[in-house]
């Protein structure tokens, strides 16, 4: 059995560059790759949020999930994606980890541009302090 990897997307390029990492360690040694994508927003937070900006990060989350799965599912190896929602992504990521009781996350070095890259960044410093396992930063 190999490692147990969590792969944190966005649908950004450094995010997809941290899904292919991941892919490729479940094609050379196997590893058990779960993706999670985080939407940004807590619904209890923003309730008077519109619901169609709710649905649209929800929907980008979702897409960037299927985009990664389809580079799996065309190598025919099998994954397991989730999708969470959250006003701190990085806190859903390490609680997941923690749970699920991973070996490795990998995530990219910063994700989509203007405010989302301060976020994603963000995101990827605070995994890197406090993962409950190793962290693979993909640049």
Do not use: W
Request: glycine share 6%.
């Amino acid at each position: 059995m190999g490692q147990k990897i969590l792969v944190a997307t966005d649908g950004s390029d450094h995010a997809m560059k941290a899904v292919r990492k991941a892919l490729e360690l479940a094609e050379k040694e196997g590893a058990d790759v779960s993706i999670i994508a985080v939407a940004y927003y807590a619904k209890d937070v923003f309730d008077e949020m519109p619901l169609d900006i709710q649905l649209r990060l929800e929907n980008q989350a979702q897409d960037a999930l299927d985009k990664a799965k389809a580079l799996f599912e065309e190598k025919g190896i099998s994954v397991k994606t989730y999708l969470e929602a959250g006003l701190v992504p990085a806190n859903n990521i390490l609680r997941f980890a923690q749970e699920q009781k991973f070996d490795l996350i990998i995530l990219g070095s910063t994700g989509i541009t203007g405010f989302m890259r301060t976020l994603i960044g963000s995101t990827a410093a605070k995994v890197v302090s406090q993962a409950p396992c190793s962290v693979l930063v993909v640049r």
